[in-house]
């Protein structure tokens, strides 16, 4: 075993901006670490772009319309063995992982305790194909369309 000793260290830093309606949500993390690791991205960018406002006479209905977007560097990827439900760290660089880009798109109405909403997840892989992997032999979930569903029940 190569790796005795592992330093990592991380910055992150997270802004909520809003302007009327509209809010910006940006978010960063700065990873460093010795060159003998590299599962985890170097830069890992996070951004939620939206409008968020109550409508009606009453404003009993809260609308949002939101994007999210990330981006993180190129890393090496793990392997996972499902039988064992165990991480394993591999040297060979032959598994890495490009630098991966994702666009989510979502909207949610409520009304006091009732929320409905439909989220598109990983956006960009209508045109963007790429071979991306969480860990190895684990692709990014394709195109995805998710709706939901909550009601919360309080006295």
């Known amino acids: 075993d190569t790796l005795t000793n592992l330093f990592i260290l991380s910055y992150d830093m997270k802004?909520?901006?809003?302007?009327?309606?509209?809010?910006?949500q940006p978010y960063v993390i700065l990873n460093y670490f010795s060159n003998d690791i590299n599962y985890i991205?170097?830069?890992?960018?996070?951004?939620?772009?939206?409008?968020?406002?109550?409508?009606?006479?009453a404003k009993k209905l809260d609308f949002i319309l939101a994007a999210d977007f990330s981006?993180?560097?190129?890393?090496?990827?793990?392997?996972y063995m499902?039988?064992?439900?165990?991480f394993v760290l591999t040297n060979?660089?032959?598994?890495?992982?490009?630098?991966?880009?994702k666009i989510d798109?979502?909207?949610?109405?409520?009304?006091?305790?009732?929320?409905?909403?439909?989220?598109t997840e990983n956006l960009n892989y209508l045109w963007?194909?790429?071979?991306s992997y969480i860990f190895q032999n684990i692709p990014v979930t394709p195109f995805l369309i998710r709706l939901?569903?909550?009601?919360?029940f309080f006295n």
């Open 15 to 24: 802004a909520n901006l809003k302007f009327k309606s509209f809010l910006f």
């Open 148 to 152: 939901g569903l909550t009601w919360d």
């Open 92 to 101: 060979s660089n032959q598994f890495s992982n490009p630098n991966l880009y």
């Open 41 to 57: 991205p170097k830069i890992d960018l996070r951004a939620r772009i939206g409008f968020n406002k109550k409508l009606f006479k």
């Open 128 to 131: 963007d194909k790429s071979d």
């Open 82 to 86: 499902t039988n064992l439900d165990l």
């Open 71 to 79: 981006y993180q560097s190129s890393r090496k990827l793990m392997a």
């Open 105 to 119: 798109l979502f909207t949610a109405f409520q009304i006091d305790q009732f929320r409905f909403y439909i989220k």
